[in-house]
């Protein structure tokens, strides 16, 4: 089952705009990953909150978390058109005693850049 | 560093054929996931090995799909026999090997997929 669910479904910016995608989830977590890929590819990480972290930053990247809400959201700055990709965010929880991580990914954003 | 391989990259079958999907992971990577992704869905994991043990395979269909790890290090991915709904992309992932101290900090890598069709 999808633990977390992304809004928009698709977004589409120009070039330079800043892009904000959001993921609300169901259960606790131990933290939150935001992937992206692009068509026909694999999933490349981005960047990794826990669940005592309020925010954090990577390059043009700021990813926030708020757990009492249990939303997260991803603002890509200054976006560029090989920003466009699906993000997809994935909360980690535990499937076992020895710290076992289980990723369970929302539906995604379709994020697309006009150049 | 070399990433997670996956062979093949198509495969198109009729259904009720079988068909094998194979992984390697990064070396030394303990931790390995297979996923399923179907076309405008979030991957949704099958089964996850730590080292050639199964760790979790709840959502895996059991009477229809299979996977090994014989020697801790590739994997392979069976459907037998497949349905039309088994059309998706099958993601292998590794990540460094889990524990409870370093839960939180490893992150997975994912290879490139194979395209799966059923007809």
């Known amino acids: 089952s999808q633990q977390g669910e992304e809004d928009p479904q698709a977004l589409s910016i120009q070039e330079g705009e800043n892009a904000t995608m959001n993921c609300s989830y169901k259960?606790?977590?131990?933290?939150l990953q935001w992937y992206r890929q692009n068509s026909g590819r694999g999933l490349v990480h981005l960047i990794l909150?826990?669940?005592?972290?309020r925010e954090k930053h990577s390059g043009r990247l700021r990813v926030t978390l708020d757990t009492s809400k249990k939303s997260s959201s991803l603002l890509i700055t200054a976006s560029r058109a090989a920003d466009t990709a699906s993000y997809f965010c994935a909360t980690a929880g535990y499937i076992s005693n020895f710290g076992n991580e289980k990723l369970t990914f929302g539906t995604g954003t379709r994020l697309t850049i006009i150049p | 560093e070399a990433g997670v391989a996956q062979s093949p990259r198509y495969k198109i079958i009729e259904k009720r054929q079988s068909v094998a999907f194979w992984c390697n992971p990064i070396s030394g990577h303990a931790t390995l996931y297979w996923y399923q992704q179907i076309l405008g869905q979030g991957p949704k994991l099958l089964i996850q090995f730590q080292n050639n043990g199964v760790v979790d395979d709840s959502q895996l269909p059991k009477d229809r799909f299979s996977a090994e790890r014989l020697k801790g290090v590739d994997s392979t991915l069976k459907i037998q026999p497949a349905k039309l709904e088994d059309s998706a992309v099958y993601l292998c992932?590794?990540?460094?090997?889990?524990?409870?101290?370093?839960?939180?900090?490893?992150?997975?890598?994912f290879g490139p997929g194979t395209r799966l069709t059923v007809l």
């Open positions: 992932a590794s990540r460094t090997e889990g524990s409870y101290l370093w839960v939180g900090t490893d992150t997975q890598y």
């Open positions: 909150i826990r669940s005592n972290e």
């Open positions: 259960t606790s977590i131990n933290n």
